[in-house]
T-cell receptor
Framework: DQQVKQNSPSLSVQEGRISILNCDYT??????FLWYKKYPAEGPTFLIS?????DKNEDGRFTVFLNKSAKHLSLHIVPSQPGDSAVYFC???????????FGKGTLLTVNP | DGGITQSPKYLFRKEGQNVTLSCEQN?????MYWYRQDPGQGLRLIYY???????QKGDIAEGYSVSREKKESFPLTVTSAQKNPTAFYLC????????????FGSGTRLTVV
């Protein structure tokens, strides 16, 4: 049973436009949500996180929005750059649990 | 420089053989994890350890074993009982405080030949 779902396996956008990656979850006990970026044959690197008590967190070109009532979060990248092309994983954690639960990832392609 | 080191980067194994993947961290993190990545499957948790000499099964522990004798090290053994071992294996570690999640190693690609 998937607790974190990324329903779009891939997304393609033009350079300079906005990329919006979506993530849904089912476990209401999740305390933190994180986004990771991954290139092929490399480990994921942390991008941005948000606590369940917030609805928005911003870091440069990256903004994460959390809608707790809908159990939905999204990552916005503005403006998108070709170097942003990678697989993006949404992940969630219960604070007392130590375990990160990942979605299946979304492949973002930013076209020049 | 602190980080997580996984070795080797690429590993080939004959069917029926056990193989051990190395993971070392110098971040002074208490918790360590092993994940497996398959195409279209995302990252699935194999084993994790919150403290030395203790570890728990994750979602797909069958056919794998681990040990945690030192804080810095969390080796993963892929046994011959693992039916489909060819995959990309990722080790991670974490400290308390979840703002930054895990720190991942660069991974080991295991291929059974």
């Amino acid at each position: 049973d998937q607790q974190v779902k990324q329903n779009s396996p891939s997304l393609s956008v033009q350079e300079g436009r906005i990329s919006i990656l979506n993530c849904d979850y089912t476990n209401s006990m999740f305390d933190y949500f994180l986004w990771y970026k991954k290139y092929p044959a490399e480990g994921p690197t942390f991008l941005i996180s948000i606590s369940s008590i917030k609805d928005k967190n911003e870091d440069g070109r990256f903004t994460v929005f959390l809608n707790k009532s809908a159990k939905h979060l999204s990552l916005h990248i503005v403006p998108s750059q070709p170097g942003d092309s990678a697989v993006y994983f949404c992940a969630a954690i219960e604070g007392s649990n130590y375990k990160l639960t990942f979605g299946k990832g979304t492949l973002l392609t930013v076209n020049p | 420089d602190g980080g997580i080191t996984q070795s080797p980067k690429y590993l080939f194994r004959k069917e029926g053989q056990n193989v051990t993947l190395s993971c070392e961290q110098n971040l002074n993190h208490d918790a360590m994890y092993w994940y497996r990545q398959d195409p279209g499957q995302g990252l699935r948790l194999i084993y994790y350890s919150q403290i030395v000499n203790d570890f728990q099964k994750g979602d797909i522990a069958e056919g794998y074993s681990v040990s945690r004798e030192k804080k810095e090290s969390f080796p993963l053994t892929v046994t011959s009982a693992q039916k489909n071992p060819t995959a990309f294996y990722l080790c991670a570690s974490s400290a308390t405080g979840w703002e930054f999640g895990y720190t991942f190693g660069s991974g080991t690609r295991l291929t059974v030949v």
